[in-house]
């Protein structure tokens, strides 16, 4: 039989021996182990949790008295935590560059705070990361231990792979090269990016610390063994710690990167709806949004967001994906300014989503593995799925049933501008592309509850329930 430790555990969270998260009633728990004990009561009793708490910085959490709960196995926990919930678990290689900073910016601002209260971070994995309420938070409670005078930051390297290098790369090269996370799970290596990293950086004292003479560093003498000796024999007082986190602090807030000359990130401004048409579309999923009730929605090929704020606006928690990195930059760069709540967008190609990743294929989720989600959204999707990319209409259904308990969808028929546009490079080779071709492949996942043509257009928008 196997461990209840094993069953219901987080699989994601077994490298670390303080503790590890597991499933309880539906909702992640946190247990500590006796290991993390001294350094889980200094970061409790010294301020700081309370203080990180109230900053909007750290997760909170309750307490639970660990004989209320099933025997969790070999290891007895000294504390068993419910953290606040995180509706939606997304990756850093799905963030946008604003993104990817700010949770940058925040783990650097925690190993400030930390100083003040005498902890330090012991890792800086961007994986701690989560988006809620609209803004990053730190989610691993776990990762705070007390600070030992001289001793250099042991997460220091691992800052540099999770998140500068990503960074700089995105900015200086490609935004979308913060997929090489999907690659590097563990972190982009130096001596990897570096060298992609254009000559002008050599001339920014932080890229060349941080970056480039650290790359240089870890090739010469690796990551481990000769160097990591040498790493803790340093004896680095606080100010000069404090010091390299702010010299890490100005380095990311002075890479930028402003999402402009994609193809889809002006759509909006550039479509055949009238406004007429435009408000009607609206109303009509609004109105439909309403009927479902859903507890989450996901938005697919959501662009700005202008259509998953329907339901995001309702207080709904909203996964906005699109592939397009500009769309969801400017996204998460409203919701910022807006201050708005119940909204995330990632950048996702649901014509390659995310995978199963990680050790024996357990440690990040698949997209699917993720939902499904009450009520998902594709509008102005289909086309692009079953023209651009040749993926059949019964496919598309079928996967759209694996991630949909309910389903608003929209047919844009070839006669749009939209799809002759797909189709002026290329020859029509989609006899089955028919109104009466997609109700045919899309019922045979679904059960059509509602059917409306938008007013002064010719596509059509459907409400499915999955089967």
Known sequence: MNDPSDRDRVEGSFRDPSGFLFYHDGLVHRQVNPSFQADYDQMMQSGFFEAAVSDGLLISHEEIEPSELPDRGAIAAYKVLLPEQIPFVSYPFEWSFSQLQDAALLTLKLQL???????????????NVQFLGGRPVFID???????????PWVAYQQFCTHFLAPLALMAYRHPELNKLLRIYIDGIPLEVAAPLLPTRTRLRPALLAHL??????????GE???????????SVAKNALIGLVRSLESATRRLSWKPEGTEWAEYYDDTNYSQDAHEQKKALVAQWVEEVDPASVWDLGANTGLFSRLAADRGIPT?????DVSAVEKNYCEIRERGETGLLPLVMDLTNPTTNLGWDGTERMSLGARGPADLVMALALVHHLAIGNN???DRVAQAFRRL??????????????????????????FPDYTEEGFERAFQLHFTQRSRTRIP??????YLFDSR
């Open 224 to 234: 481990g063994g000769e160097t990591a000796k040498r790493a803790r024999k340093v």
């Open 212 to 221: 480039h003479l650290h790359a240089r560093a870890v090739d010469r003498y």
């Open 113 to 127: 705070r930390a100083l003040e209260f005498g902890l330090s971070l012991k890792d800086a994995s961007a994986y």
């Open 404 to 429: 949909a308990r309910s389903l608003i969808v929209e047919f844009v028929p070839k006669s749009d501008s939209q799809v002759q546009r797909l189709l002026a490079s290329r020859e029509d080779i």
């Open 141 to 151: 409670t776990l990762s705070f231990e007390a600070y030992a005078e001289g001793r």
């Open 456 to 461: 002064g257009t010719e596509r059509t928008l």
């Open 319 to 323: 996964v906005a994906f699109d592939a």
């Open 391 to 393: 993926v059949p209409l």
